[in-house]
């Protein structure tokens, strides 16, 4: 299985700036993916980061206010752009793979506040 | 639309056995996981099922039934570290997993 890091682990911003969370993964994964993840609640894919192209965003998610980079295989970035206390929420990262496995491990997750 | 539902809530005591039930709704299917997540942690796999009948594994199992839309997660020997949420998620017709709204269970002495 993958093991999955994270960073920063939680962070405090203020409204209108921009935070950049880093994935790492320890090996190579076919798949990774963005999650949010609100207090007591299930997960809110925000989009399918592709190695060396676009990501694939979810309805409700755009790339001006989330892009994504995934310069290689094992690592992956997600901006949450122009902050505003509704972004306050953990933010996951997911790998599955390699081939055709489709079981996801996670990150640890990144706790964001907004203020 | 795609729809998967789960108790919000379930509440256990120590030793005993406890069935966490999800029902399905999606546009094609590829299979089933379970995951268990604890307060503040990241999700961790469990379970993957995609063929009907029951996998064990260990205190754990879970049963699928595809005609039926639905599966269960059972939980037996219950540990008081089994408090967490357990979430339901389908693989659909694109590969991309749907997910329920998880199953929070309370483990009591």
């Known amino acids: 299985s993958a093991v999955i890091s994270q960073k920063p682990s939680r962070d405090i911003c203020q409204r209108g700036t921009s935070l950049t969370i880093q994935c790492q993964v320890d090996?190579?994964?076919?798949?990774m993916f963005w999650y949010r993840q609100q207090p007591g609640q299930s997960l809110t894919l925000i989009a399918t980061?592709?190695?060396?192209?676009?990501?694939?965003?979810e309805s409700g998610f755009v790339i001006d206010k989330f892009p994504i980079s995934r310069p290689n295989l094992t690592f992956s970035t997600l901006t949450v752009s122009n902050m505003s206390p509704e972004d306050s929420s953990i933010y996951l990262c997911?790998?599955?793979?390699?081939?055709?496995?489709?079981?996801?491990?996670f990150g640890p997750g990144t706790r964001l506040t907004v203020t | 639309g795609q729809n998967i539902d789960q108790p919000t809530e379930m509440t256990a005591t120590e030793g005993a056995i406890v069935q966490i039930n999800c029902t399905y709704q999606t546009s094609g299917f590829n299979g089933l996981f379970w995951y268990q997540q604890h307060a503040g942690e990241a999700p961790t796999f469990l379970s993957y099922?995609?063929l009907d009948g029951l996998e064990e594994k260990g205190r754990f199992s879970s049963f699928l039934s595809r005609s039926k839309g639905y599966s269960y997660l059972l939980l037996k020997e219950l540990q008081m570290k089994d408090s967490a949420s357990y979430l339901c998620a389908v693989l659909d017709s694109n590969y991309q997993l749907i997910w329920g709204a998880g199953t929070k269970l309370i483990i009591k002495p």
């Open positions: 099922n995609v």
């Open positions: 090996s190579q994964v076919t798949m």
């Open positions: 997911s790998g599955s793979g390699p081939g055709d496995s489709y079981e996801q491990y």
């Open positions: 980061a592709n190695q060396g192209s676009e990501a694939t965003y």
